[in-house]
């Protein structure tokens, strides 16, 4: 087999073999839906946040107020700032439970998310397979050489 035999072979050989660039179409589009949800999931958890973060800078402020204001004996400072330490580590213990129940919010929507994708991938993958392995054998099939009728003895 001469090198130019080998290089028309092969030619042959990869126009024989099916291409369907629409299974890579496909997988773009759901990566890029599963990313488009877990975008969405993110930032509707920093939303909250937020949310949470600035009430609660704007009640400490407020509270911070009381604290600031003249007093008429020395225990009332004593006695303004243990009520603002009491008021603050309740609120702390409110906003941190707060910030785990969002936090558990987003990892259940995350997962739910990505074991849905799993099973939509495994599905488009055990088709594409299919798909490509069906093509292929039909390939093969135009590919293969004719038998020759055996000759009687």
Same mark, same amino acid.
């Given at each position: ?77 004593? %006695?303004? =700032?243990?009520?603002? #330490?009491? !008021?603050?580590?309740?609120? +702390? @213990?409110?906003? $941190? *439970? ?20 799993? %099973?939509? =991938?495994?599905?488009? #993958?055990? !088709?594409?397979?299919?798909? +490509? @392995?069906?093509? $292929? *054998? ?16």
């Amino acid at each position: 087999m001469t090198n130019n035999d080998y290089s028309a072979m092969m030619k042959d050989m990869w126009k024989a073999l099916p291409v369907d660039m629409s299974a890579m179409e496909d997988a773009f589009k759901t990566s890029a839906a599963l990313s488009e949800k877990l975008s969405g999931v993110a930032l509707e958890a920093a939303g909250k946040s937020a949310e949470l973060s600035t009430q609660w800078a704007q009640d400490t402020l407020a509270k911070m107020n009381d604290v600031s204001k003249a007093k008429e004996e020395p225990a009332d400072y004593a %006695k303004a =700032m243990t009520d603002f #330490a009491t !008021a603050s580590a309740e609120v +702390a @213990a409110e906003n $941190m *439970a707060a910030f785990t129940e969002i936090a558990k919010k987003v990892q259940m929507e995350t997962v739910e998310l990505m074991v849905t994708a799993g %099973k939509d =991938m495994g599905q488009e #993958a055990s !088709a594409a397979v299919q798909k +490509a @392995a069906s093509e $292929m *054998a039909g390939a093969a099939q135009k590919a293969a050489p004719a038998k020759k009728p055996a000759r009687a003895k």
